[in-house]
C-alpha cells in the first residue's frame, strides 16, 4: 500500500501553543458572565463583587477561559484547514509562559491532480445477445410459476422444491428443534453437503448432516414439488405490461442494453478515479466516509444473515463503496475547483435529462423555490468534470 505523504492525510494531530497572559484576559471576560447568573448570599444576583466571584469559582473560571483561547486558537487554524470534524482536545500541558494543547481534528486533505494525459484506461463495451434476452424472460417465468406436488415415487431431480422436516441435535444426541423447511435443490445455490446427501433420494427417506463441534441435523423428505412454468406467449407478455411477446422481447432488450450502458459507463468512470489515486494517494475523511456509509444503509435493502459473519462481511462491503464513493467525490471536487467549472440553466436540464427526471424544468423551479439549487447546481458540476475526465484521458474500448 503506498505510503501518504501528511498534507495528504485527513486526521491532523497539532500541537498548539496558548499564551498564560491570554487565559487572564479571559477570565475577566468569564468572571464577568458568571456575575450575570451565579448567587452569592448577602448579594443580589448579578451584584456580587468580581473579586469575590473570581475567588469563590477560581477553578471553573479559568476552565472556561482556557477553552475560549483554546476556541479562538481553533478559529485561526480555519484559515489554513479546512476543517470538517469537531476539534478533540487529547492533552493539555503547561510551563511557566504556555499552556501546550494536543488537538485532534480532519480535514479536506491536500488532493493533487496528475497530468490527465498520461492516464490510460479501457472502456468495455457490453453487448447484449438474445441468449441475455431469454435468460431474462425465463428468470422472470420462474417467478410466476406454479408449484405442483410430485405424485409418483421419484428420485429428487435438479430444481426440484423439497419440503421436509428439520431436526438439530446437539453434540450429545438431544434433539434442540424440529421445524419443516423449504429446500431448493439447486447444485450452484445449495449447502454443498446437504446437496450430496439428498441426492438420488425419495418421499420418505432421512438424511443426516454431521458438523465438526459434534452437533447434527437430520432432514426427513415430506414432499417433492416441481414449478411449473407458464407458456411464453402473448398472453403471459399481457401479464407483465406488455402488448405481445414480440414487444416484451424488445422492450427486455433495450432495458438489458441500457444496464449495460450504465454498467460499462460505471466501470470506465471508476477506473479513471483509480488510476488518478493510485497516483496521488490521499486519507480519506472518516467523518464523510461514515456519513455515505450511513446514507447507504438508509437506502438499499438490508438481506437477511445466517450468521455474524455474514452481517459483517457485508457491513465491510458496503463501507469499502462508501470509502470508495469519498474518494471519487473529492477528487471531482477538485477538478471543479482547479477547472474552474460552472454551468447554467441550460446545463442543468441537461443534466435532469441525462439523470432520468420526467419534468427537468419542473424540477429545476420546485429545487430554486426550495432553498435546493446550489446542491443542484453542484451536482451538474460534478457530472460536467467527469465528462471532462473522460475527454482527456486516453481511452481504449473494447467490445466484450
Known sequence: MAVIPEERKALKELKIEIEKNKVLENEDKVALEFQKFVEIPGFRRGKAPISLIKQKYSNAIKEEALKSAIKEK??????????ISDVEVKDISESDNVYEVLIEFEVIPNIEIPDLTNIEVEKKIYKVSDIDVAEYIEELRKKFAQEEKVEENREIQEDDIILAQMEDYDKDGNLLSREEVYIEYKKDELD??????????????????KFDDGTKQVFKIMEIRIRKLPELNDEFAQMNGYLDLEEMKQKIREQLENEAKIRSEFEYESQIIDKIYEIYPFEAPRKLVINAYQDLIKNIEIPKFESEDEKKAFQEQVLNFAYKSVIRDLILRKIVKERNIEVNDDEILEFLKFRGEENPQEYLNKSKA???????????????????????????????
Not at 74 to 83: Q, T
Not at 197 to 203: D, F, G, I, R, S
Not at 385 to 393: C, E, H, I, N, T
Open 74 to 83: 481553533i478559529e485561526e487554524l480555519k484559515k489554513e484547514y479546512e476543517i
Open 192 to 209: 454443498e453437503r446437504l446437496y450430496n446427501a439428498l441426492m438420488n433420494k425419495k418421499v420418505g427417506d432421512s438424511v443426516e448432516i
Open 370 to 400: 426550495r432553498g435546493q439549487y446550489e446542491n443542484l447546481k453542484e451536482s451538474a458540476k460534478i457530472k460536467k468534470a467527469l465528462d471532462y475526465l473522460k475527454s482527456v484521458v486516453k481511452t481504449k474500448v473494447i467490445v466484450e
